[in-house]
């Protein structure tokens, strides 16, 4: 079944009985209705649009604190703000789908939304296809539990330990090459075991299952706050996370309302607040010439 919520009260409604769910929140859409667009005139055209009148976005809320859905169902993180003062700025009512990462290229090409709102990596393949703004500086961390187990104070340290990372991740392809590396120097290889999101990579940890939990920075921070494992190595192969459009127009509408996000202060102290770096460059629209 397809729920219906808004995603600033948590009051579900069913809508119909369609679409088959492939993971606990894959298919959930969100809709920011209590997040209502200025009044003021769109800054991009309704033919432009997938809904008139609004700016849909696909998101994955399992990363907390980038993007997750706490137990009534509310969107939150800083990709969900970001997306909210996006669309309001543009004078457009938010819509949020949420969706696996595997989806959201095909669905923006599909025109299923107007934006993903997920941190993409950019990467040479997707900027022949996409068109993409970087704004946060994504880096691996390494987490450890909080009492037991050998120290992990450098990148070395993880030679031979059993460590969990998300499937299909940067984090799962930086820890792999990084065991090439480990092999060519005759340091024994990690075991990698790989979960479906970065709530069973930690769990695997909390279980002892594995000596270290590899995940990005404002998760691995997160963890440490509430006191529950020890934010061990940070800041490892950083790259920048990007906003996703299949369209160059609403791109560049995108990137306009970002740069006064910049101007007036917005975007870095929003960056700030959940402990995220800045993408080098500025806001400027990459892809297909």
């Given at each position: 079944m397809t729920?219906?919520?808004?995603a ?17 929140l894959?298919g959930l859409v969100?809709?920011g209705?209590g ?6 005139k769109?800054k991009?055209?309704?033919a432009?649009?997938v ?6 976005m696909?998101t ?6 980038m993007a997750y859905a ?8 800083l990709?969900?703000?970001?997306g909210?003062?996006?669309a309001k ?13 595997a989806?959201m290229?095909?669905g ?8 993903i709102?997920?941190g993409l990596?950019?990467?040479p393949?997707?900027?022949?296809m996409?068109?993409?703004i ?8 390494i ?10 104070t ?5 030679a031979g330990?059993t460590?969990?990372?998300d ?7 930086k820890m ?9 120097r005759g340091?024994?290889?990690m075991t990698?075991?790989?979960f ?8 695997a ?14 998760v ?11 934010h ?12 996703a ?23 870095p102290?929003l ?5 995220v770096g800045?993408?080098?460059?500025g ?7």
């Amino acid at each position: 079944m397809t729920f219906l919520f808004s995603a600033r009260s948590a009051s579900p409604v069913l809508t119909r009985a369609a679409l088959k769910l492939s993971g606990a929140l894959a298919g959930l859409v969100l809709l920011g209705a209590g997040a209502q667009a200025q009044d003021c005139k769109p800054k991009i055209a309704d033919a432009l649009l997938v809904k008139p009148g609004f700016f849909v976005m696909a998101t994955s809320p399992t990363l907390p604190p980038m993007a997750y859905a706490d137990q009534k169902g509310v969107l939150k993180g800083l990709r969900i703000d970001l997306g909210y003062e996006i669309a309001k700025r543009l004078c457009l009512k938010p819509e949020f789908i949420s969706t696996e990462y595997a989806a959201m290229i095909p669905g923006l090409q599909g025109k299923r939304w107007d934006m993903i709102d997920a941190g993409l990596f950019v990467t040479p393949e997707r900027l022949k296809m996409l068109y993409m703004i970087p704004y946060e500086n994504l880096a691996i961390s390494i987490s450890t539990a909080v009492k037991g187990g050998a120290p992990i104070t450098k990148v070395d340290d993880l030679a031979g330990k059993t460590i969990s990372t998300d499937i299909g991740g940067y984090a799962e392809r930086k820890m792999r090459d990084l065991n090439k590396d480990f092999q060519a120097r005759g340091l024994k290889p990690m075991t990698i075991n790989l979960f479906d999101n970065y709530a069973t990579v930690y769990q695997a940890l909390r279980a002892g299952q594995v000596d270290a939990a590899v995940s990005i920075d404002p998760v691995a921070k997160q963890y440490q706050d509430r006191g529950e494992f020890t934010h061990a190595l940070s800041g490892m192969y950083a790259t920048p996370g990007s906003l996703a459009f299949g369209d160059k127009a609403v791109a560049e509408a995108v990137a306009g309302v970002m740069k006064e996000m910049e101007t007036d202060g917005y975007l870095p102290k929003l960056l700030g607040e959940y402990g995220v770096g800045r993408a080098e460059g500025g806001v400027k629209v990459l892809g297909p010439n």
